[in-house]
C-alpha cells in the first residue's frame, strides 16, 4: 500500500495503525471513552465536535479505498460538483457522496458513530466537503497516486 506512513518507535506503521494506537493509549488514560472511536477509519468526521475532517488532506493509491468514521453527528461527505461549487474531481473522477443521489445534500446526514467509505480509482485530486457546514470551510481532499 502506499498510504502515507508514519513513525513509531522508529518502526514505519500506517495511518490506521497510528491512529488505533493513539485511540487506544487516550482511552487508557482517560479511563473511559466518551464517543465512538473509529480505528479503521482514514478520516474522522466532526471530532470534537469541530467543523474539521482530520486529516483534511490524505494520499492514497488508486484502488484504495478510504473511510470515514463520524464522531459527531450533522455531517456527511459531499464530493459531487454537481451538488456544490465548492467539490472537484479530476476529469475522469467518480462523484462519491454518504448519500444517495436521489437524496437532498442537505437533509441526509450520518449519525455519529456511523461510517462511509469510498474506492477511489481515478488518480488526481478529490476535494470533498461536509454540504450542511460547506460556508464553514468543512472540507477535504483525497489525492489518488498511480501507485
Excluded at 47 to 74: C, H, I, K, M
Excluded at 87 to 103: H, M, N, Q, V
Excluded at 115 to 131: I, K, L, N, S
Aim: proline share 9%; hydrophobic share 30%; glycine share 12%.
Amino acid at each position: 500500500m502506499s498510504r502515507q506512513r508514519t513513525e513509531v518507535g522508529g518502526s514505519p506503521v500506517s495511518r490506521r495503525a497510528a491512529l488505533a494506537a493513539a485511540a487506544g493509549a487516550l482511552g487508557s488514560l482517560a479511563g473511559c471513552s466518551s464517543g465512538p472511536t473509529f480505528p479503521d477509519a482514514d478520516v474522522l468526521a466532526g471530532p470534537d465536535r469541530r467543523l474539521t475532517f482530520e486529516p483534511a488532506d490524505l494520499t492514497v493509491a488508486a484502488g484504495e479505498t478510504v473511510r470515514w468514521g463520524f464522531e459527531s453527528g450533522g455531517h456527511n461527505v459531499c464530493g459531487r460538483p454537481s451538488d456544490t461549487r465548492t467539490a472537484s474531481l479530476p476529469e475522469a473522477g467518480t462523484p462519491f457522496a454518504s448519500y444517495a443521489p436521489d437524496e437532498s445534500p442537505a437533509r441526509r446526514l450520518v449519525p455519529r458513530g456511523e461510517t462511509y467509505e469510498h474506492t477511489f480509482e481515478t488518480p488526481g485530486e478529490f476535494v470533498y466537503v461536509c454540504y450542511p457546514h460547506r460556508q464553514s470551510g468543512m472540507r477535504g481532499s483525497v489525492r489518488v497516486g498511480t501507485e
